[in-house]
């Protein structure tokens, strides 16, 4: 269980490296699925795979391909040819973490300690939400509001300027 430990958390930190020295925001929002991936493993082998899921489900899953759906609405690189980022060297090293995570994955249910903790108690999804709901209620929804504005102002970013807004008519 700790090797697995270990490997994911190694795999966050390259991948975080990814996303930070990454020049293509894609490719960046690529680095950061696997490396929330990776967070998600690190869950599951201290014993929280509620936890887990819900890295994989809300962040891996709903926010990125939010994020995705963005940086293709901004369309921050016109000028460049459409099939350049299918170049295997884009997608050999997201490509190579994935693999290093599948392998921790694999060792962890091999050795038969999937449920299991290092150290501690069981997390459970009644104790996230007495947790977010009790007392930081206000902090989620603040953080709603926030990734709601978030939206907003990138969908009013992102839209194509008409004609007449172009002449110098109103927004």
Known sequence: MELAFYLSGLVAVLATVGVITGSNPVHAVV???????????????????????????????AIMVLFVFV?????????????????????????????VLLVALVTLIGQGEAGGTIEG?????????????GPWLMVVELAAILLLAALVTASHVGRRRSARDTRGGAL
């Open 121 to 133: 108690e069981l997390l459970t999804a009644r104790a996230i939400a007495l947790t977010l709901f």
């Open 31 to 61: 680095y950061l699925i696997v490396s929330l991936m990776a967070v998600a493993l690190v869950f599951f082998a201290l014993g929280a795979p509620f936890a887990g899921a819900l890295e994989i489900i809300v962040y891996a899953g």
């Open 71 to 99: 940086v293709m609405m901004l369309n921050l690189r016109p000028d460049e040819p459409e099939q350049a980022w299918t170049h295997p060297r884009y997608w050999a090293g997201p490509s190579l973490l994935a693999l």
